[in-house]
């Protein structure tokens, strides 16, 4: 079956540091992948997304590479701000989408 | 409209009550899916559609469930009887193609608070 598995958190950071949240996922097939961003109150914002293997998604800083061979989807922001604080998103689209519990960012200034 | 609108923002049931909720989706689009959302969570699939036909309604988590969209535009999510294990956010999301389409994306609306006291 399809699901997704992200790395548990809550991550804390300072500002400017590098970000990596991990994502493996396990799919019949060839998904397609997906990051969302929840900020407070608010509902799940499409980050970014990758159609095939190899692929990367890239939007305000932060990337992810579709890597088949790992069945990995991470994301990375190589200098966080204290705006990105937030829960981030996995998912991938089966028949219909799947999404990882969750991560909690926290960035401090 | 611009985006995906719910309503309401926030709803308290007492235990028993029933619940709707309303999804008004982005204009043309044709696929409307309803998610649950714990707390600490990530949003769990309870039902699609495809315009007004209910193609999968394989997450409901019983019969106390009920959704339909019978225009193939705006939804509703009915909760009847509701217990204290229904409250969470119920989240609509939409997307322009239907399924089958590669690379689809769905856009969510912010999502219904329910809290059953």
């Known amino acids: 079956g399809n699901s997704v598995t992200q790395m548990e958190g809550p991550v804390t950071l300072s500002e400017e540091a590098f970000l990596t949240i991990n994502c493996t996922y396990t799919a019949t097939g060839y998904p397609s992948l997906f990051w969302y961003v929840q900020y407070p109150g608010e509902g799940l914002q499409l980050l970014l997304k990758a159609t095939k293997a190899d692929d990367k998604g890239s939007n305000k800083g932060f990337e992810a590479t579709y890597r088949k061979e790992t069945t990995s989807f991470h994301l990375e922001k190589g200098s966080v701000q204290v705006s990105d604080s937030a829960v981030y998103f996995c998912?991938?689209?089966?028949?219909?989408?799947?999404f990882g519990t969750g991560t909690s960012l926290t960035v401090i200034p | 409209g611009a985006g995906v609108s719910q309503s309401p923002r926030y709803k308290v049931a007492k235990r028993g009550q029933d619940v709707a909720l309303r999804c008004d989706p982005i204009s043309g689009h044709v696929s409307l899916f309803w998610y649950q959302q714990a707390l600490g969570q990530g949003p769990e699939f309870l039902t699609y559609?495809?315009?007004?036909?209910?193609?999968?309604k394989s997450g409901l988590p019983s019969d106390r469930f009920f959704a339909e969209r019978p225009e193939g535009s705006v939804s509703t999510l009915k909760i009847q009887r509701t217990q204290q294990e229904d409250s969470a956010v119920y989240l609509c999301?939409?997307?322009?193609?239907?399924?089958?389409?590669?690379?689809?994306?769905?856009?969510f609306g912010e999502g219904s608070w329910l809290t059953v006291v």
């Open positions: 998912a991938l689209r089966g028949n219909q989408f799947y």
């Open positions: 999301a939409s997307s322009l193609a239907a399924m089958g389409g590669s690379g689809n994306t769905i856009y």
């Open positions: 559609f495809q315009n007004e036909a209910q193609l999968d």
